[in-house]
């Protein structure tokens, strides 16, 4: 489970939203921050308040300054991490790529270009309803749930060339204001905290696969299939192998070869044979431990 003082935090920045925070002065950079790390952190702090909030870009900063300074993490690690939960927790929904399209439109005004070509993503169905508050998305799964439309994949099209268009994505980007009480955000939020617990547990358990646990991050990007896919893949990893290893309930010398091993067997396969029989073959290979 992820710390208690994570999970807290997480909801203190989401209250913070919720009663009206007042306070819209960027956060601090966390004290001993290397030198060399204070413009790409800075950069994912104004990352986060174009994205989401003041509130959310303090939560970032809450959740690096658990590494910063702290024993086994140099200046690379440390970079890793915050580059890494920077980009996950700007993730991508349709809300954000209504964003990125009206920036797009401001920029080609300013410079007096002609506008960008219109953008058409591949959501699954949960993942669009999974972007509204959860008091109404979840009424909503249950019935798609229920007709089995839930994993279907819709097109949506991004378009800022007519009055119309430029409308409907100012409406999509205003459901950011409702965006950390989605069914979306709490699954984010707990997969955040729990990656950032692996990271930790790897840290007083198994430094050497410290490095490995962090960029197992990458594994989940975008949007639609391919994003489930690399949540699914992430999961299946850390419970077989990463955990367990934690736990002491699996005798694993080398959890870093195991996680690059196991990396290379991830297919675009909703099944995950070839990564189950990997796992699988990888735990073979050690004797199970005894505490």
Do not use: C
């Not at 060399?36 to 702090?45: E, N, R």
């Not at 580059?83 to 790529?97: N, V």
């Amino acid at each position: 489970m992820p710390d208690d003082d994570g999970l807290l935090a997480s909801l203190r920045y989401l209250f913070s939203d919720i009663i009206g925070e007042q306070d819209d002065t960027p956060p601090l950079l966390p004290e001993a921050l290397p030198a060399a790390l204070a413009p790409a952190v800075s950069d994912a702090i104004h990352l986060l308040i174009d994205y989401q909030g003041v509130s959310y870009a303090k939560l970032y900063v809450d959740r690096l300054k658990r590494f910063v300074g702290r024993r086994g993490v140099d200046e690379a690690m440390l970079a890793d991490i915050a580059q890494l939960m920077a980009q996950r927790m700007a993730y991508q929904d349709p809300i954000r790529l209504a964003q990125q399209k009206l920036v797009e439109l401001e920029e080609a005004q300013r410079r007096f270009q002609p506008r960008s070509a219109d953008d058409v993503k591949k959501f699954r169905v949960d993942e669009m309803v999974g972007a509204l508050p959860a008091v109404v998305a979840d009424p909503m799964l249950a019935v798609l749930e229920k007709f089995g439309w839930v994993r279907k994949n819709v097109s949506i099209r991004f378009s800022a060339n007519s009055p119309f268009s430029v409308r409907r994505l100012k409406m999509e980007a205003g459901l950011k204001r409702w965006r950390l009480f989605s069914v979306r955000y709490a699954s984010e939020r707990v997969w955040v905290e729990r990656w950032l617990h692996m990271i930790d547990r790897s840290l007083t358990k198994q430094p050497k696969a410290a490095t490995a646990v962090i960029e197992t991050a990458t594994m989940i990007q975008g949007f639609g299939d391919p994003y489930r896919q690399g949540i699914a893949d992430w999961h299946a990893i850390i419970d077989g192998l990463a955990k367990p290893t934690f736990d002491g309930a699996l005798a694993l010398s080398d959890l870093a070869a195991a996680i690059l091993e196991a990396r290379v067997a991830v297919m675009p396969d909703p099944r995950q044979a070839a990564l189950k029989r990997k796992i699988a073959e990888i735990r073979a290979k050690v004797p199970v431990a005894t505490n």
